[in-house]
């Protein structure tokens, strides 16, 4: 596919795809018309920016506000709007408006499309995408873009199985909780936006949605609310390993609270024997042991110390167990 020397990168952009069964993949000039697209060819006009309603080449007659309740189904046409994917922090600052016609296909977002550019790269030169229809071509865009909330996903699962890790060996140099709020507050973002998706999806997949729909593009759209069920099963495992990681490290915790009190209550039951000593000798009898020197002294002393250090001894091998 021939790629223009200055990608989709800049809001105010149009870029057109023309996918051809019969030849190579390649980027064409904007079509002011797309009604007299050939078969066998699937012409697909990527636009970003705000004001890309009104650039020249935009093919006249087509809608590209966003549809009320989500989807708006025209006579040939039918068109819908869904979050684009979070970013980093679970937030989605953009919308993508898909039209979908016959044998074209139009998306418009108001900031560069990343699931374009992706899609894009992913293959080039001779594909069959030609010999798709313009809404299998669109089920196939959502595919790709449901993949970027499944990577969001895995990278909040392998956080936490990292500080799962260091909550195991008791390793953790920072407070786990920090860590913990902000995965949590990710994850609920991004259940939000894949939330967002369902009238849409669910519009989809209904059996009258779309006259003109054919039985196959009906299957693709079967399969593609069958892939935003799985991603919702995705979000939901997530949210629930991050619970289950709060479980653990509040687990953790008291645990060493236990142990901390085991050996607090150790270390008293020793200096209670050390004062039960001590008083015992410091009562007003008149005894023969204190009338023998030096010697008795030091045999108290030394009976003190041993209690102290078989106290210690007991509280650092409890400590060390597992």
Known sequence: ????????????????????????????????????????????????????????????????????GGVAVDEETFRFTVPAAPNAAGLSED???????????????????????????????????????????????LM???????????????????????????????????????????????????????SVIAALDRPDFGPAVSEDDREHLTHLAEAYHRLVETVDRTRDAVL?????????????TNRLLERLTLITVGIGLIGAVAGVFGMNFELGLFKAGEYPFWVVVAAMAAIALVTLIIATRRRLLP
């Open 1 to 68: 596919m021939q790629r223009s020397e200055a990608p989709l990168n800049q809001p105010g952009a149009l870029k057109a795809i023309l996918f051809d069964a019969d030849g190579e993949d390649r980027e064409v000039d904007p079509l002011g018309d797309v009604d007299h697209v050939p078969d066998q060819q699937i012409y697909w006009l990527i636009a970003a920016g705000p004001e890309t309603m009104r650039l020249p080449g935009m093919p006249e007659g087509i809608c590209l506000e966003r549809p009320q």
């Open 95 to 141: 919308s993508v408006t898909f039209v979908v016609g016959r044998n074209w296909l139009v998306t418009r977002s108001q900031f560069p499309l990343s699931v374009a550019e992706v899609y894009l790269d992913r293959d080039t030169g001779r594909t069959l995408k030609g010999s798709l229809t313009a809404p299998a071509l669109a089920v196939s865009l």
């Open 144 to 198: 790709a873009h449901f993949g970027q909330f499944h990577r969001e996903l895995t990278a909040i699962d392998q956080k936490l199985d990292a500080l799962d890790e260091q909550v195991f060996r008791a390793r953790q140099r920072h407070d786990p909780l920090l860590t913990l709020a902000v995965l949590r507050r990710q994850a609920a973002r991004i259940r939000a936006v894949v939330a967002a998706h369902r």
């Open 244 to 256: 289950s990681s709060y479980d653990l490290y509040a687990t953790r915790v008291a645990q060493n």
